[in-house]
């Protein structure tokens, strides 16, 4: 066995993306680790131990026990039937010279070739050694898989230092390491040769090159010479220690958000938190605002107090560790200032106007070319939510919806929203609120875009959820309408979050309402737009919503077979099924129940063949055999109580109670002839078993849960 050592690789680049660093940093390492696995370079039960490190201005890759070359590897190559290539006299045919010629051999192997039986035929065969990779052929192969392969975002084009030849990658690279143990691996990369040097701190390192001893020093050496946390890991963990630790000093909590975490790790190599305030007077402006200000344009963590509500303070993530950070401290004060004023400004000029006048202005702003202006969808969901609260809540109800749907998309038309898109809904609460509207339809406008995103809470109250109901009805029977119908990964109108939405709100809240009457209700809206065409794709959108159902509910927990038994009989009201799960589960573990779905699948069948269909109606005079008498005298008693425990909502009781046919059906199936010779016979006994599968079925198709 050859021996190991350790490799280090790192690319020394300019300024990374930083929203795209650290996916950069996996790819780099698991695609430069897989290729050398590949080529017997590593074993594969160290790919778990290989170490990513990827700052603003370097990639880099550390794996473990890497051999400096392959083991050579015994290859059987399968040539041709013996048949074609050797003639009568046990010579080499033309053929076969033509094949070992591909092969890079010629007839000086001819002796060394083995017969061996392959299938009915013999076959020659011809075993070869191939040599194993050395490293620096291996890890050329990885890093140009590695290079062509990573997830950029955009690719640059630059010049070399030649000034004649240009490559292209995501950011200009300057140096190449590669260090097996203590020594250079001698490979090139975008013009680069490998070396041992690399650059730290940009303004901290203590020399401007750090010279890597051995693979195993390298984060050490950056992080004393180079004065770089080279781990994405590591510098995060660092970043979020010193973040709590900064506001645990003013007994304050930083924001928690991952996405920022990451972006930030991504823009610093040497991370600083040092804690900056601004002027209290921005309060006032609405918090949502100036997190998001602070955030999104400044990459700072705002501060909040013990009750989540935003302070005057906020902490930066700075590059640099000066003696004196007071420069540092007023410039960031200073560079938001500026961004809290414009929210400010932002702030006061929307309130001069109330949301009720600027509905007019919606008609102006295009929705979608075939499905009109955001001024005729806000009418279309005013209609929607209106029927909703009808039957939720009655008149007073109805006109709640409707006023704030009409309401709901006017803050797009605010200076607040046009800056910050993302805020669009929770300034329109806060404008509702100002222009003195009940805090129900200020909570509706907000609200009516929940749930957002999966796990999301739902609308706080009665009006939000009307709202919120006919938005994503609206959006999903226009978009169907049109055949703007999602496909693969592509979903631009993210009609999955949409019909999920309705989905949740339905279940949760327990809504009285049937899925075919809401979409015929969104439906409705569209009938004076010529291109609209739900009809056609009304079964598209009614699957659309149950597939989306039943993933759901496999997510939750559930298995196929319970899924498939309820989901299948594409129940109306979505907020019976967790009743209507927790009965098929109690019922699959009684006794009876294997056999009762075996015999339901039965009849399922036996009825699928009748043309026609068959009518559930039996004539008690035509029951002839004992068996047959007996399963109806069965029905009789057990049908009653299934359908009034049904009608009650007990579905678990309705369930349970169908457990006392499967003697009387067993014993039915033994005895009895279906398809008898007799026409009334057998259209009364096809006429039982359609009562019987009848009664079955109410709460879930049993016969799914049938092996």
């Not at 898989?145 to 004649?164: C, H, N, R």
């Not at 090139?188 to 401007?208: N, Y």
């Not at 067993?666 to 039982?688: K, S, T």
Request: glycine fraction near 6%; aromatic fraction near 6%; include cysteine.
């Amino acid at each position: 066995m050859m021996s190991t050592k350790n490799l280090l690789v790192e690319l020394f680049i300019e300024e990374l993306p930083p929203k795209a660093l650290k996916k950069l940093g996996e790819a780099f390492v698991e695609t430069v680790a897989v290729s050398l696995v590949q080529q017997d370079l590593v074993d594969r039960n160290e790919l778990s131990r290989a170490i990513s490190f990827a700052s603003p201005r370097r990639l880099a890759i550390y794996l473990p026990k890497v051999l400096s070359q392959a083991e050579d590897r015994g290859v059987i190559q399968k040539l041709m039937p013996v048949s074609v290539g050797l003639d009568a006299n046990g010579n080499a045919t033309p053929v076969l010279l033509k094949k070992l010629a591909a092969l890079g051999a010629d007839a000086s192997v001819l002796p060394r070739l083995r017969r061996q039986m392959d299938g009915k035929a013999e076959a020659l065969f011809l075993d070869s050694v191939v040599p194993g990779a050395t490293l620096a052929a291996g890890l050329q192969t990885a890093l140009e898989v590695a290079l062509s392969g990573l997830p950029i975002p955009k690719v640059m084009t630059y010049q070399l230092a030649d000034g004649w030849s240009s490559v292209k990658f995501v950011r200009p690279a300057h140096r190449l390491v590669a260090l097996h143990g203590a020594d250079v691996v001698p490979i090139s990369v975008l013009g680069l040769a490998a070396g041992r040097e690399t650059q730290g701190h940009r303004f901290e390192a203590a020399k401007p090159v750090v010279s890597i001893r051995d693979a195993d020093s390298y984060a050490e050496q950056l992080k004393g010479e180079g004065a770089v946390i080279a781990s994405f890991a590591e510098r995060r963990a660092e970043i979020e220690k010193q973040l709590k630790a900064a506001a645990a000093k003013e007994n304050l909590k930083p924001i928690e958000d991952e996405a920022l975490l990451d972006e930030v790790t991504a823009l610093v190599e040497r991370p600083n938190v040092l804690t900056c305030q601004f002027e209290k007077e921005f309060l006032d402006v609405p918090q949502e605002c100036l997190i998001l200000t602070m955030k999104a344009n400044q990459k700072y963590f705002p501060l909040l107090d013990g009750a989540g509500k935003l302070t005057n303070k906020f902490l930066v993530v700075s590059n640099i560790k000066p003696d004196d950070a007071s420069a540092v401290i007023g410039g960031n004060e200073r560079v938001v200032r500026p961004r809290l004023a414009d929210a400010k400004f932002f702030f006061d000029q929307d309130r001069k106007k109330s949301l009720a006048d600027r509905i007019p202005g919606l008609a102006k702003v295009v929705y979608h070319n075939k499905l009109g202006t955001q001024g005729e969808r806000a009418q279309r969901v005013a209609a929607i939510a209106s029927a909703i609260g009808q039957q939720l809540g009655g008149e007073k109800l109805a006109q709640q919806a409707d006023q704030a749907a009409l309401l709901s998309k006017a803050d797009l038309l605010t200076d607040m929203v046009g800056e910050f898109p993302e805020l669009q809904g929770i300034m329109g609460r806060y404008y509702a609120l100002h222009d003195g509207l009940p805090v129900d339809i200020a909570d509706a406008i907000e609200d009516h875009y929940k749930p957002k995103f999966a796990g999301d809470t739902l609308p706080r109250g009665q009006v939000g959820v009307c709202v919120a109901l006919a938005d994503k009805l609206e959006t999903l029977a226009g978009m169907f309408g049109i055949g703007q119908l999602p496909t693969g990964d592509k979903d631009p109108f993210a009609l999955r979050r949409h019909a999920l939405g309705v989905i949740r709100m339905l279940i949760e809240q327990d809504l009285l309402l049937d899925l075919e009457w809401l979409i015929n209700r969104a439906s409705d809206q569209f009938k004076s737009i010529d291109q609209f065409d739900l009809g056609f794709n009304l079964k598209a959108l009614h699957d659309f919503i149950y597939e989306r159902l039943a993933g759901m509910l496999r997510e939750q927990g559930y298995s196929a077979l319970e899924v498939d038994a309820v989901v299948g009989l594409r129940p109306q009201r979505l907020g019976d099924i967790p009743k209507r799960l927790a009965a098929v589960r109690a019922f699959a573990a009684l006794p009876e129940a294997a056999s009762l779905a075996a015999a339901n699948k039965r009849v399922g069948n036996i009825l699928k063949k009748v043309s026609g269909g068959v009518t559930p109606k039996i004539d008690a005079a035509l029951l002839k055999e004992p068996a047959e008498i007996a399963l109806n005298a069965a029905l009789d008693a057990v049908k009653p109580k299934a359908d009034a425990a049904f009608e009650s909502g007990d579905y678990t009781a309705s369930l349970q109670s169908l457990a006392a046919l499967k003697g009387p059906v067993d014993a039915f199936f033994d005895a009895v002839m279906v398809n008898a010779e007799d026409a009334a016979l057998r259209n009364n006994r096809l006429g039982l078993l359609a009562v019987l599968h009848q009664a079955m079925n109410r709460v879930a198709d049993l016969s799914k849960l049938s092996a």
